[in-house]
């Protein structure tokens, strides 16, 4: 099929060459001159395991392509809209403005009997908005959210665990519900649960999940906090209560909290949303957990300077991440940076390294010192801390070998992902985070 996507960001460029893999032939268009150029010349602009692979091969099979001209995506079947959704600046809500841009700028350029799919994460009641424009030009919008981890997001769009449609009611949201299940074939053909819905169903259910895995999150952190003060070890809390098939194991992991760019906008505007629906009480939880989730920072702080011994000052910190998670160079809200950041404004001398994520790291926050080989960063530091869980810190880091590197002995696991007992072993001074 003919398939053009609008915004080629994380999301965007990843389902744009993730189409192409499965065979559609796909143009995909952004408003970024150098994001497009790089795109089209077959570099990815941004970390994203196997999406180099599935670019180069999309372009050299002729299959994909990339544009500024918006007018490319006419004789398309299926629009993909993925802009960016952002935080209102001064506010809670979120921003709508490049949906509303990308819709208006593609409306000329569609024919009757296209499709217009929403991909990027809005308001409820944005669809049933945008649909009458969309409709005055004979094209079906319909809403078909994407649940894609950064890290995995080739490997969630080509094999996604659901599909989900919102649709118009009658004869033309059932067409357009067999067009996308025919763009999804490979998918849809081994049995994913695909999902036909309306639009303020598919745009809540994925409010709905990032608010639940948000709200997982920060409940095992409110449960850190406790064990804090009882001497109780939360990551053991969380392997007994996650045996339990209701609860889940994943998604229980304590430390400094969620980033990135969808969680916590995403809660904060549907706590937004849901004022304005006159529902704030139905979601006012979501402040509490937005709420443990920042302490959690804090108290990362607080850990550090005590560990110092009351004060950072002057005091080298290694600092072992910069990305909001492993597996992606994404440095938006993201908590290893606002740990870093801190201990700097508190005077510490701060080193940060990362696998993916120094450039865009020193492009936000100049700063601090960036230093790319691990070791070289660990070099005479008084203190380290870990936060983000990278296999070259959680698996591959000997604490006999960077003992020899450093000048203190204090680890910090950010992320209790550390082998407490092995640093321990080795002559470190180790502190988790909810663990004894
Ligand atoms: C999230 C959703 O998972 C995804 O379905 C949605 O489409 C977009 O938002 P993503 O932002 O890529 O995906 O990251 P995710 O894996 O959910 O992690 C978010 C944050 O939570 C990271 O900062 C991570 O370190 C943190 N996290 C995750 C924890 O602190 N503890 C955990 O147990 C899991």
């Known amino acids: 099929m003919r398939l053009s996507v609008i915004g080629c960001g994380y999301l965007g460029a990843v389902h744009a060459a993730a189409m192409a893999s499965i065979g559609h032939e796909v143009v995909g268009i952004d408003v970024d001159q150098a994001k497009v150029e790089a795109l089209a010349s077959g570099r990815a602009p941004f970390f994203e395991p196997g999406l180099q692979e599935i670019l180069t091969e999309g372009i050299s099979a002729g299959r994909l392509r990339f544009t500024t001209d918006m007018a490319d995506a006419k004789g398309a079947a299926v629009h993909f809209v993925g802009v960016g959704t952002p935080q209102q600046k001064g506010g809670y809500a979120a921003d709508l403005t490049y949906v509303n841009a990308a819709v208006d700028a593609l409306l000329p350029h569609l024919s009757p009997g296209d499709l217009v799919a929403g991909k990027s994460t809005v308001p409820v009641g944005t669809a049933a908005d945008l649909a009458p424009r969309v409709s005055a030009t004979g094209a079906t919008l319909v809403w078909n959210p994407e649940f894609l981890r950064e890290g995995f997001a080739v490997q969630d769009t080509v094999d996604p665990d659901r599909l989900v449609a919102g649709v118009p009611h009658g004869p033309e949201g059932e067409r357009a519900a067999e067009i996308l299940r025919e763009v999804y074939h490979p998918s849809v053909g081994k049995g994913t649960p695909f999902i036909v819905t309306d639009y303020a169903t598919a745009e809540l259910v994925k409010v709905a999940a990032n608010a639940f895995l948000a709200t997982k999150i920060s409940f095992i952190n409110a449960m850190a906090e406790i064990a804090e003060v009882t001497g109780a070890d939360v990551t053991q809390l969380a392997d007994a209560i996650g045996h339990d098939a209701r ?21 904060r505007a549907f706590s937004a949303r849901a004022e304005e629906l006159g529902r704030g009480e139905s979601v006012a939880f979501l402040r509490e957990v937005d709420e443990i989730n920042l302490r959690r920072r804090d108290h990362a702080v607080t850990l550090t300077i005590q560990a110092l011994g009351g004060s950072v000052f002057e005091k080298n910190v290694t600092v072992l991440g910069a990305a ?17 950041v801190r201990l700097h404004g508190l005077g510490a001398h701060v080193t940060v390294t990362d696998p993916e994520a120094i450039t865009n790291a020193k492009n936000i926050h100049p700063q601090l010192t960036y230093i790319h080989d691990r070791d070289e960063a660990l070099t005479g530091a008084d203190a380290v801390i870990v936060v983000t869980e990278w296999d070259q810190y959680r698996r591959e880091l000997d604490p006999t070998h960077a003992k020899t590197l450093t000048r203190g002995t204090i680890i910090i696991d950010g992320r ?3 082998d407490a007992t092995a640093w321990r072993n080795a002559g470190w001074t180790y502190h988790g985070m909810g663990r004894p």
């Open 247 to 267: 609860i889940g194991r994943r998604f229980l992991g304590a430390g400094i909290g969620f980033g990135g760019g969808c969680l916590p906008k995403d809660i």
């Open 324 to 340: 909001f998670k492993p597996h992606s160079d994404d440095i938006r809200d993201s908590p290893a940076l606002d740990v870093a």
């Open 416 to 418: 209790n992902c550390l």
